[in-house]
């Protein structure tokens, strides 16, 4: 028989309590409980203080593309230009004209198109990894950039501009569109989105679309096209003016503007379809408006610079580990991320191998190839861990 003071005591040796007795305090260890505190606590300051730091590393980044190049212009002397130009008269001009032309008229245009380019193609990746739920989703990898380049180069070579200044950029959204379509709906045809049928979809109609555009080169009537296309399919931001600076910038304003109040909607996809179905999201419509939306963006964008790959890759990737996966801070902050990391890639293309300007696009591709190489070897090795586990 057991000793009557012993009921509803726990066997000893199991670490269970019996009633009316003090719980205790928790299994886990003091030290490890402050740890995770502090963790939590770093990570919190972390994304606050990127968004702050990323827009003066902007400024620097603005700066140093409005000073750099051929003729060298000195930080104070470019500011005093930028601030006489938008009415600031509180100083006499120190400058010559011919500075005041170089920074206002040839690189001011460049640097801003950087900017707008940098901050859209981030947040267009970043939306896209979310919509499909793939970490290796972004406007180049899947194709987006070649339709949108077929769109535009089909403007080029027929001179067919029915919308006038904007027939490029329209051609360019609807070749953008297409091309997104393709690719979802042939990756989805099994069934279930896998990064490498993702990818693998990706690849082949980025080769369809790459091979419709050089056919329409190669029978074109005109030999300059193919030297302009080239060119420009390679990604740049020279030749860009005043004029044009207008829709890109719009489209972006309004991409990070809707993606901004629909950050909770990307935020659920996350955990997934039928979560997201269940807290409310219809999942088929929520993506088919992202589509469109993305698409838009991304045909002006290339419209005005070209398809620039792997900004929209990279750039999430690397502010997700300083401000978590919330979109509420994820896209801001990417966006910034993006204008920072395009400024000094054109920079860097303008002075590596001057007075020779290298394509931006085959900058950005340098980065890029391996970043990407060691997102699919880290997809590979969480897969296994998952496997053995």
């Known amino acids: 028989m057991r000793p009557r003071g012993a009921v509803g005591a726990a066997p000893a040796g199991t670490g269970k309590r019996g009633p009316g007795t003090d719980p205790g305090p928790p299994s886990r260890p003091a030290g490890r409980r402050k740890d995770a505190t502090g963790a939590a606590a770093a990570g919190g300051r972390a994304g606050r203080l990127a968004p702050v730091l990323l827009t003066g590393l902007l400024l620097v980044s603005v700066t140093a593309g409005l000073g750099v190049g051929s003729v060298h212009v000195p ?3 470019v500011w005093g230009i930028v601030t006489h130009a938008l009415g600031a008269d509180w100083a006499e001009p120190a400058w010559s004209r011919a500075r005041e032309t170089i920074v206002l008229d040839v690189r001011a245009p460049r640097v801003l198109l950087g900017v707008v380019t940098g901050a859209g193609l981030a947040v267009v990746g970043t939306a896209l990894q979310a919509l499909v739920r793939n970490p290796l989703a972004e406007p180049y990898l899947l194709g987006v950039s070649s339709g949108a380049s077929l769109g535009a180069v089909v403007v080029v070579v027929t001179g067919v501009r029915l919308l006038g200044p904007v027939s490029l950029s329209a051609a360019a959204f609807a070749g953008a569109l297409l091309s997104m379509l393709l690719v979802y709906t042939t990756a989805r045809a099994g069934g279930r989105i896998t990064s490498m049928r993702l990818i693998l979809a990706g690849v ?9 555009m050089d056919l329409m080169l190669l029978t074109s009537d005109r030999a300059n096209h193919a030297r302009e296309v080239l060119a420009w399919t390679l990604g740049g931001l020279g030749g860009v003016h005043w004029g044009s600076l207008w829709l890109p910038a719009a489209a972006l304003l309004l991409g990070i503007g809707v993606l901004t ?7 659920l996809l996350l955990a997934g379809e039928e979560a997201a179905a269940t807290m409310g999201l219809d999942v088929a419509r929520f993506r088919a408006r992202m589509f469109v939306l993305l698409s838009l963006v991304t045909g002006c964008l290339v419209a005005a610079a070209g398809p620039i790959g792997f900004v929209g890759l990279m750039m999430p ?40 300007e290298i394509p931006v696009g085959v900058l950005t591709a340098l980065c890029g190839g391996p970043f990407f190489l060691w997102l699919m070897r880290r997809d590979a090795r969480r897969g296994d861990e998952r496997g053995r586990a």
């Open 261 to 267: 109040v629909q950050a909770r909607s990307l935020n």
């Open 204 to 212: 082949a109609v980025a080769a369809v679309l790459t091979a419709l």
């Open 75 to 77: 930080p104070g002397e």
């Open 317 to 356: 990737h690397i502010v997700r580990l300083f401000v978590g996966g919330d979109h509420r801070r994820v896209l801001p902050t990417a966006a910034l991320a993006g204008a920072c990391f395009l400024v000094w890639a054109d920079i860097a293309a303008r002075t590596v191998a001057a007075p020779m």
